[in-house]
């Protein structure tokens, strides 16, 4: 049984767009190619879905409308960390709240978002 790794896998949360707009924000920002609601790079696949724990009044982050899960495949972690930095990055200069939650939040900007929205 192998041992997750560090940079095998990120919980990305956004608030402020639809399940489409946020595949294509997604896309835009990585240069990922799409099939459905998963989006790949080279090894690293991002699948987009509507967040099972979606409540309306959206004040938690992980209850906010989509949910992005980022799995490395065998990518190296400069590659997960530019990925995932980019996702956010294009989010926020959209105008959409975003946190990433994972093990590598402070290699990413603004430490994954969640300063951003602490209270």
């Not at 799409?34 to 509507?50: A, H, S, V, W």
């Not at 402070?106 to 300063?115: A, K, N």
């Amino acid at each position: 049984m192998t041992t997750p790794g560090r940079y095998d896998y990120c919980g990305l949360y956004l608030r402020g767009a639809g399940q489409e707009a946020a595949i294509e924000l997604t896309a835009h920002a990585t240069g990922a190619t799409r099939d459905g609601c998963l989006l790949r790079i080279d090894t690293i696949e991002i699948e987009i879905r509507r967040n099972d724990t979606f409540t309306h009044d959206g004040t938690d982050f992980p209850t906010w409308p989509i949910k992005m899960e980022i799995e490395r495949g065998n990518a190296p972690s400069h590659q997960v960390i530019e990925t995932v930095s980019k996702i956010l990055t294009c989010a926020w200069q959209a105008g959409h709240d975003a946190v990433a939650a994972c093990d590598y939040e402070d290699e990413l900007p603004d430490h994954g978002g969640y300063p951003r929205y602490r209270d």
